[in-house]
């Protein structure tokens, strides 16, 4: 149980685009769903946490803007990067917490890797 | 400030040497702790946890770590380290509070030499 999955795997998009990535609980309900951008040989960066039927909490420097958050359902989060540039390009990680975990166990989805020309 | 903190950028061992990556964090409570482990172009695993109870967590893939309080660490251990393990390792809290996200560490690369 607990999986999370992520769509697409990998995109590549022009610059000036905008690209959406969908982060789905597949076995459980997900009351907050938080967005992690990586870069290279780095560690994970928090974007935003994402709870369903709000609006999303950005972290300090991230553009909300440019980052669309939409957390529609228990089940679904999705992350816009609009108007994209080369310097967006990276591993974006979702995770997903239960609704009924008692502790902050997180889990995460697979990445998507979003290269930008 | 909450802070994770792993010394080792990139550690190598050989296979079927023991193996030990650091963690320290800052953090005003007793935090959750977790490692996690990263293959290449791939997502996280989660090794193993610890919330309360016994310091010395087992975790999967043979790993174990333990919390030390007084030093403010959760250092992840392996007896025999495989070929496999060789991938990225990942120190992380949390606040003892449900709905909040994770503070990484920069990580540590492990190779595995033959």
């Known amino acids: 149980g607990a999986v999370v999955s992520q769509h697409p795997s990998w995109v590549i998009c022009k610059s000036g685009t905008s690209v959406k990535i969908e982060c789905r609980s597949l076995?459980?309900?997900?009351?907050?769903m938080f967005w992690y951008r990586q870069f290279p040989k780095q560690s994970l960066m928090l974007m935003a946490t994402?709870?369903?039927?709000?609006?999303?909490?950005?972290e300090q420097g991230v553009e909300k803007d440019k980052f669309l958050i939409n957390h529609a359902s228990l089940t679904l989060s999705t992350l816009t990067v609009t108007s994209a540039h080369p310097e967006d390009s990276s591993f974006y990680i979702c995770?997903?917490?239960?609704?009924?975990?008692?502790?902050?166990?997180?889990?995460f989805g697979p990445g998507t890797r979003l290269t930008v020309l | 400030a909450q802070s994770v903190t792993q010394p080792d950028i990139h550690i190598t061992v050989s296979e079927g040497a023991s193996l030990e990556l650091r963690c320290n964090y800052s953090?005003?409570?007793?935090?959750?702790l977790f490692w996690y482990v990263q293959s290449p172009g791939q997502g996280l695993q989660l090794l193993l946890k610890?919330?309360?109870?016994?310091?010395l967590v087992q975790g999967i893939k043979g790993f174990e770590a333990e919390f030390k309080r007084s030093q403010s660490s959760f250092n992840l251990r392996k007896p025999s380290v495989h070929w496999s393990d060789a991938a990225e390792y990942f120190c992380?809290?949390?606040?003892?509070?449900?709905?909040?996200?994770?503070?990484f560490g920069k990580g540590t690369t492990l190779s595995v030499s033959s």
């Open positions: 953090y005003g409570a007793t935090p959750y």
């Open positions: 610890y919330f309360s109870g016994d310091t």
């Open positions: 992380a809290v949390g606040p003892n509070q449900a709905g909040t996200a994770l503070i």
């Open positions: 995770s997903a917490l239960s609704g009924t975990s008692v502790s902050n166990e997180q889990f």
């Open positions: 994402s709870n369903e039927g709000s609006k999303a909490t950005y």
């Open positions: 076995d459980f309900q997900a009351t907050t």
